[in-house]
């Protein structure tokens, strides 16, 4: 199917793209890499009088280091993300995830900065971000203001941005040598995640002294299981060690039921795969 006809800009600036989108207001749509708006247009699922593109805004790009965090440009790619040394150093988590993330053409396409704005519950990079306790910079006519993770995502599909917004960048505490694994099920290669596992394991000789565990697809919105992260505190990294803790792996999720699978097969996965990603961030 072919998009309804649209008008189409490509600022150079943030400033110059926030302009764009006051004086379209509601008839504007942003696009970074694309992935997930061009089918929804195709799709006439949505019909902008507008779309501004945000790919010609080079200070939107890159990873740098600021101290006791890593900063990645909204419009950074999934390819560059996963290659960047300061990421695979200090968020070795994100790393993982992006592997995971649809396939090598999304991944050159495809922002990260998109995929968080456009907050798919299935999707594979709110859960490690969460987990990580990230925070996001959101860029408006009045200046600029930062959001954390836990206020971010706000049901499917909705985020902290505001209509006259843009994301410009996450910010990522550092979780220097941690180690780290995401564990996703799916019925076919590149699928949307049927439920997904973000683990970060901080682990002192053959205990586990820290961990950031993030869920995907458990809810409307990337869940952080703060439950089982209380409970791997002090437990021994072996498989009987964070049973336990693994088992509350469903506390305060609300999977949903479709195709996939019902919400109780989501629920039973949640808490095998919690173990799995625990048990191989530890190294077991």
């Not at 504007?28 to 997930?36: N, R």
């Not at 390819?79 to 300061?86: C, G, I, R, S, T």
């Not at 922002?111 to 860029?139: C, M, Q, W």
């Not at 693994?246 to 795969?273: F, I, K, M, Q």
Request: net charge negative; proline share 4%; aromatic share 4%.
């Amino acid at each position: 199917m072919i998009p309804t006809r649209f008008d189409y800009v490509a600022p150079t600036s943030v400033e110059d793209a926030l302009s764009a989108l006051a004086e379209a207001g509601d008839d504007a749509k942003i696009m970074a890499g694309g992935q997930s708006l061009l089918p929804v247009l195709r799709m006439r699922l949505n019909a902008p009088e507008l779309v501004i593109d945000l790919g010609k805004i080079e200070s939107l790009r890159g990873v740098r280091d600021d101290g006791d965090a890593i900063v990645i440009g909204a419009m950074t790619t999934h390819h560059e993300v996963l290659h960047d040394p300061l990421v695979n150093e200090h968020a070795l988590l994100v790393a993982r995830a992006v592997h995971d993330l649809a396939d090598a053409q999304i991944r050159h396409r495809g922002t990260f900065g998109g995929a968080l704005a456009h907050a798919d519950p299935a999707g594979d990079l709110g859960a490690p971000v969460a987990a990580l306790g990230a925070d996001f910079v959101i860029a408006g006519s009045g200046g600029t203001r930062t959001v954390s993770a836990d206020d971010f995502f706000v049901d499917i599909f909705e985020t902290a941005i505001g209509e006259d917004e843009i994301l410009t960048e996450v910010r990522i505490p550092k979780h220097t040598g941690w180690g780290a694994h995401y564990e996703k099920f799916v019925r076919i290669a590149h699928q949307w995640s049927i439920v997904g596992v973000a683990a970060a394991v901080k682990s002192d000789g053959s205990t586990i002294s820290d961990a950031r565990i993030g869920l995907t697809n458990m809810g409307s919105t990337p869940i952080r299981a703060r439950g089982v992260e209380a409970g791997l505190a002090g437990a021994e990294a072996t498989e009987s060690g964070v049973q336990a803790a693994c088992d509350r792996a469903t506390e305060g999720t609300n999977p949903p039921s479709d195709l996939n699978g019902n919400a109780d097969y989501r629920r039973h996965l949640a808490g095998v795969l919690t173990r799995r990603a625990v048990l191989k961030a530890a190294h077991v």
